[in-house]
């Protein structure tokens, strides 16, 4: 009994000696840092990288998701409700004047309001004209505006509307969750059956170190946040995804170095808490295999990034910084969104290659109809496009031919990519300088594959996903502007267009309008595009990758003094002294020199 005692005592006194206390602590103050510092956060998911999930190849034609709740309302920059706040509103008004037609593309197809605005009642509730006397709103201080914060709190309001109620992290922009690769584990990426649906859509805003921020940029950004995210209850959130070009400090080794290229990057005070910075040496650790990752080759790894470390989003817009919406812009996602969800898989290849000139062709169901007449009522892709190299994951058809379906499959599905502009075959291509770039693949240039600029794109988590892990394991690369599109149809996902109002300054000359059609539908050989697949030059679109007018639209509106040679845009409209513009979407509108 003795002993027994005695060997007690000896284990409370080497239990409690000074070393041992010293050691808990530690041991607790490592863990508690690991899992309460936000900077941590690489660590927790080294620590606990879940275990590979098996589950179905392929995915299954699912029911549509229902319609959320009611959205609600959410404080602006005004610290008031947007529904109880007219200053922090734009002005979109009806003239008794003639609508403009579009170019292409149609605004009762699509469901874009047909609005007119002036430059004040677009812009003004963002700061243009507020160093004006008769600027009638009441003034933010922007510089005090933390965008991010407004974000998280509007979503908070709205979280039990979505699936998973969860909340934002505020810290998840400071503290970056990019991360390099660890080389020793083996290459691999999650899949599609590992997420649940969020009904959330991350806005990327591509921009970089050094870009000099105009006034028109921080209104172009601010009302974004507010349309977006704010009006829509959380369902956007908006990001700046922001290139580090050419910086010295090794961004992701320490959270010093995060933060002090946080300073760095130039981005504005109000948006630095929504800004999630990038470099090369972050590409170089995940892509190995594709040694080109200059942003006109690869401009989504980036983005593919962003997906894999932000999985709370089931969509992501990629945009640019030289994009204006003159018109609700939320508003423009939405139908976006709704036309591509309410678009049959049958045919919608087809239908993003001709464009909808409802001058040469009628309205909308007048195209679809010529589109189906050029394909005998079947479609040259029916189910996954079939390449050696890609085993999809799209779902079977539900027929076993494509003239058997009644424009049903796909109906109330969300588009796994929404392009902005008309596709093309690559391999008929003759006037795109990367259409020779590809590798990875069996065939080599011989690769069935798609094109449709501008890289300004709408994909959802697991197109991005694919494409992640093809150029992570495999070494497949192609150009940008083919990569989604491509990888959409290989894996036979779901690809749409919704044509969009775009015009042309040459409007009323109907030569050039017929360079553009290129016969249409009717008289295509093959049902998939026009016999001829080399564009005119694009320099007087209000929407296209090369064009000019869109910076002359701006001017005009804006009321500057346009260059000798640029004609005063016909799109626009006077009345009682102002100047109005209709509702559309410009690209590129860039800085003037």
């Known amino acids: 009994m003795g002993a ?3 060997a007690r005592t000896k284990f409370r006194r080497v239990l409690f000696t000074r070393q041992s206390i010293i050691a808990v602590i530690l041991v607790y103050l490592v863990v508690a840092f690991i899992f309460l510092n936000p900077s941590a956060i690489s660590w927790k998911l080294n620590l606990y990288e879940k275990p590979p999930v098996i589950g179905p190849r392929r995915m299954t034609n699912n029911p549509p998701f229902p319609p ?5 309302p959410c404080i602006g920059p005004r610290g008031k409700l947007l529904s109880q706040s007219p200053d922090d509103n734009l002005e979109e008004v009806t003239l008794d004047i003639p609508y403009p037609t579009p170019w292409t593309g149609s605004y009762e197809a699509v469901g874009i309001p047909k609005t007119w605005t002036t430059i004040e009642g677009r812009y003004g509730p963002y700061g243009y004209g507020e160093q004006e006397q008769s600027y009638n709103r009441s003034k933010v201080d922007w510089n005090s505006t933390d965008w991010q914060m407004l974000q998280k709190q509007c979503f908070t309001r709205n979280a039990r509307r979505f699936p998973q109620g969860e909340t934002i992290d505020d810290s998840m922009m ?15 990426a999650p899949q599609w059956y590992e997420f649940r649906a969020s009904r959330r859509t991350a806005i990327v805003v591509r921009t970089w170190r050094g870009y000099e921020y105009k006034d028109e940029d921080l209104h172009y950004l601010r009302s974004l946040v507010v349309e977006t995210a704010l009006k829509s209850g ?10 580090m070009k050419n910086y010295e400090i090794d961004i992701f080794a320490s959270e010093p170095n995060y933060l002090q290229a946080l300073q760095d990057s130039g981005v504005p005070p109000e948006f630095e808490s929504m800004a999630v910075l990038w470099d090369d040496r972050l590409l170089d650790t995940w892509y190995p295999l594709v040694t080109e990752r200059r942003t006109m080759w690869q401009v989504f790894q980036p983005m593919q990034l962003f997906a894999l470390h932000y999985p709370e989003f089931d969509h992501f817009w990629q945009l640019e910084l030289d994009m204006r919406f003159l018109g609700d812009a939320g508003t423009f996602f939405d139908k976006m969104g709704e036309f591509a969800r309410n678009e049959p898989r049958k045919q919608a290849l087809e239908r993003s290659m ?9 309205d ?10 050029a394909n005998n009522g079947s479609a040259n892709l029916w189910g996954p496009l079939r390449i050696p190299d890609i085993e999809p994951i799209g779902p079977e058809p539900p027929v076993p031919h494509a003239a058997n379906d009644t424009f049903r499959w796909g109906v109330g599905e969300d588009a796994d990519v929404i392009v902005t502009a008309w596709c093309g ?8 300088v990367f259409r020779h770039w590809i590798g990875g693949f069996a065939a080599e240039r011989d690769t069935p594959r798609y094109w449709c600029p501008p890289a300004i794109m709408r994909s959802s988590r697991a197109l991005l996903l694919v494409a992640h892990e093809a150029q992570l394991v495999h070494g497949m690369y192609l150009p940008s502007e083919a990569t989604l599109p491509s990888f959409a149809l290989w894996h036979g996902l779901k690809l749409s267009f919704p044509q969009h109002p775009v015009f042309h300054e040459r409007e009323d000359e109907d030569d050039f309008r017929e360079e553009w059609f290129r016969g249409g539908p009717e008289a295509s050989i093959d049902g998939l595009g026009p016999n001829e697949m080399t564009m005119p030059n694009g ?13 002359a639209i701006m001017d005009a509106l804006e009321g500057r003094q346009l260059k000798e040679d640029v004609k005063y845009p016909y799109l626009l409209a006077k009345k009682d002294g102002k100047v109005y513009v209709p509702n559309m979407v410009l690209h590129p509108v860039k800085h003037n020199s």
Request: aromatic share 14%.
């Open 234 to 243: 959380g369902e956007y959130q908006v990001v700046l995804l922001v290139d």
């Open 364 to 373: 909308y169901k007048n195209f679809s109809s010529a589109v189906n007449r």
């Open 68 to 72: 959320l709740a009611r959205r609600i």
């Open 354 to 362: 001709f464009q909808h000139m409802q001058k040469r062709i009628g």
């Open 4 to 6: 027994l005692v005695s």
């Open 174 to 188: 400071k503290h970056s969750r990019l991360r390099y690769r660890d080389p020793s584990k083996p290459p691999k």
């Open 539 to 551: 320099m007087g679109m209000s929407f296209w990758w090369q064009s000019r007018w869109p910076r």
């Open 425 to 432: 075959d690559v391999r008929k291509t003759n006037d795109w």
